[in-house]
């Protein structure tokens, strides 16, 4: 007996012009920049840690990947986390052009063992917060936006390096 030979054609995706936005240039990194005031910042971060329980820390971090400051009080590096963040930013900021939804604003994942959540500061800045998984996302969702339009704002009176 043989066998009957049909093939199914799949069908393919056309090509269509791209329309995305320009690439648009980063800020000055505030990495390492002396004139933030970080007792400030810190004090806005341990709120949010201290406010929320279940909460491990905190990162604020730039939009280019590298740490501005942090709290975290577990195991996990700061440095990886900024990275991480910046990655998540990156990725939101693209599915939000790709949608038309605007601008990003915030990201949260979950994993088995607990969540990060991204948040907007500004242009240059992002807030990474890392919690356990029992950790009420919804309050954290309360609070947070609120400590980054804090930064935010401390950060606007610093003046950008050159």
Do not use: W
């Not at 949608?99 to 500004?122: E, H, I, K, M, P």
């Amino acid at each position: 007996m043989t066998a009957d030979k049909t093939e199914t054609i799949l069908p393919r995706r056309s090509s269509r012009a791209a329309t995305l936005p320009a690439a648009r240039t980063l800020p000055p990194s505030l990495a390492g920049d002396r004139s933030l005031p970080y007792p400030a910042i810190s004090r806005e971060l341990a709120e949010l840690r201290h406010e929320i329980p279940g909460v491990h820390g905190c990162v604020l971090g730039g939009v280019d990947g590298l740490l501005i400051t942090h709290n975290l009080q577990n195991e996990v590096d700061p440095n990886d986390l900024a990275a991480l963040a910046a990655t998540t930013f990156g990725l939101g900021r693209q599915v939000g052009m790709r949608l038309g939804q605007g601008d990003f604003q915030q990201s949260t994942v979950r994993n088995q063992g607990g969540y990060l959540s991204v948040y907007a500061v500004s242009e240059q800045a992002l807030l990474a917060v890392i919690g356990t998984d029992a950790v009420n996302v919804a309050r954290l969702h309360l609070h947070a936006p609120g400590v980054a339009g804090r930064i935010a704002a401390l950060l606007t009176r610093v003046p950008t390096q050159a």
